[in-house]
């Protein structure tokens, strides 16, 4: 069965500078994408980044990156110029054909002023 | 286009009562999934829904059932309301589902007094 986990349960960073998230997984299927998504004060889950396992580039999405480790088995996301707004819970996510996410337990990201 | 909805937001309900979510995915998407989120447990996936088919199926007791309508509308119902039951229930939309993004509804506060 695949999992997915996040170690660092807590995190802070001072607004403008750079924090790294950290998730490792385990599966043994070869093909599957890889998410994280941000859920802020208000629960809205918003898709932060995805990458597909087939890719060995880095997806990035403006101050958003990912650093794929694919035999690792390691997907962190680093975010660059830290803002107020990035303040939320952070989830890694797996999914693959079997039509449904794995979700980690969620690091909670403060972006200190 | 219009995100995906999902009514009621919030809802306050008895022991043994039953309950019924409702969940409209974004336009032209036919895949919706249900999440159960609560602190203890984080997100655990409870279901996912491809053209009117449930496709899969978390480990979650009987007492949880969905369906989903020819217009890809989605409803989760909740027998025999327990206060464990007390949760956050999200649903995702996609396309088509698997490996695919799927998108999030604001979710519905369930309280089970």
């Known amino acids: 069965a695949q999992t997915v986990t996040q170690s660092q349960p807590e995190m802070s960073v001072q607004e403008a500078e750079t924090v790294t998230l950290s998730c490792t997984y385990d599966t043994s299927e070869n093909n599957y994408y890889l998410f994280w998504y941000k859920q802020p004060p208000s629960r809205q889950m918003i898709l932060v980044i995805r990458q597909e396992a087939y890719k060995q580039q880095n997806a990035t999405e403006n101050r958003f990156s990912v650093n794929f480790q694919k035999a690792a088995k390691s997907f962190s996301l680093k975010i660059s110029d830290s803002q107020l707004g990035d303040t939320a819970m952070y989830f890694c996510a797996f999914a693959s054909g079997t039509y449904k996410y794995i979700f980690g337990t969620g690091t909670r990201l403060k972006v200190l002023a | 286009k219009a995100g995906v909805t999902q009514t009621p937001r919030y809802l306050i309900k008895t022991r043994g009562q039953q309950v019924t979510l409702s969940c409209s995915p974004i336009?032209?998407?036919?895949?919706v999934s249900w999440y159960q989120q609560t602190p203890g447990q984080g997100l655990q996936f409870l279901f996912e829904y491809f053209s009117e088919t449930q496709r899969n199926k978390g480990n979650f007791p009987g007492r949880f059932s969905g369906r989903q309508f020819s217009n890809s509308r989605s409803e989760m119902n909740v027998s025999t309301l327990e206060l464990g039951d007390s949760a956050l229930y999200l649903c995702?939309?996609?396309?088509?589902?698997?490996?695919?993004?799927?998108?999030f509804g604001p979710g519905t506060r369930l309280l089970v007094l």
């Open positions: 336009s032209g998407h036919r895949s």
């Open positions: 995702a939309s996609g396309a088509s589902g698997g490996q695919e993004t799927q998108y």
